[in-house]
């Protein structure tokens, strides 16, 4: 079956530095693979996603690639600020459709210190 | 504003005493799905539904009953909660069909068994 295997963290930053949170899945076929944040108190919410190989999601300075090659889609942003503080999950859809859901990893715990 | 609702946002119970969370997305959005977050275990789905009375189980239904019977409503029911179902609740939709694999989440509900 589908999985999605993330760095758990915590992951502990300064401020300004540059972030890398690592996310590999093992699917069959060609899934979406989508990258949701989770701050303190809230529900998820989405950060951006890829569709298919090769496609760059970007969103609020993240980007993550979708490599096929490597099966990955890690999570990347050039200088980090204490806002960014919060539980990443890295997640994939089945290509055949969304009804059944997604498949999350585990989730990153992220904390940027001032 | 579009969104999906979720009540109660925090429950306190005993065990054995039947409850329902209720879930409501005003988005017309045809799939539906109930997660659970625990610590060290990442998103697990409950059930999912594709449409009005149709519904499947996901990863952990054991405990959990779900129905159907409004397009924009999809409640958890516990009818006999036990201490294991203790956690953090998500409900999400998505428009379904091809292409539409993010999902929308509610804000949760954070239950307690005792």
């Known amino acids: 079956g589908n999985s999605v295997t993330q760095m758990e963290g915590p992951v502990t930053l300064s401020e300004e530095a540059f972030l890398t949170i690592n996310c590999t899945y093992t699917?069959?076929?060609?899934?979406?693979l989508f990258w949701y944040v989770q701050y303190p108190g809230e529900g998820l919410q989405l950060l951006l996603k890829?569709?298919?190989?090769?496609d760059k999601g970007s969103n609020k300075g993240f980007e993550a690639t979708y490599r096929k090659e490597t099966t990955s889609f890690h999570l990347e942003k050039g200088s980090v600020q204490v806002s960014d503080s919060a539980v990443y999950f890295c997640a994939l859809s089945d290509p055949g459709g969304g009804a059944d859901g997604l498949t999350f990893g585990k989730g990153t715990h992220l904390i940027i210190q001032p | 504003e579009a969104q999906v609702t979720q009540n109660p946002r925090y429950l306190i119970t005993v065990t054995g005493k039947k409850l329902t969370v209720t879930c409501s997305q005003n988005m017309n959005h045809e799939y539906m799905s109930w997660y659970r977050q625990d610590p060290g275990l990442g998103l697990r789905q409950i059930y999912y539904?594709?449409?009005?009375?149709?519904?499947d189980k996901g990863d952990v239904p054991e405990g959990y009953k779900v129905s159907r019977k409004e397009k924009r409503n999809f409640p958890l029911i516990l009818e006999s909660p036990s201490p294991n179902q203790t956690s953090l609740y998500f409900c999400?939709?998505?428009?379904?069909?091809?292409?539409?694999?993010?999902?929308?989440f509610g804000p949760g509900t954070r239950l307690t068994v005792t």
């Open positions: 999400a939709s998505n428009p379904g069909g091809i292409g539409s694999y993010e999902q929308y």
């Open positions: 699917a069959t076929g060609y899934p979406s």
């Open positions: 890829a569709t298919k190989a090769d």
């Open positions: 539904s594709m449409n009005v009375e149709v519904t």
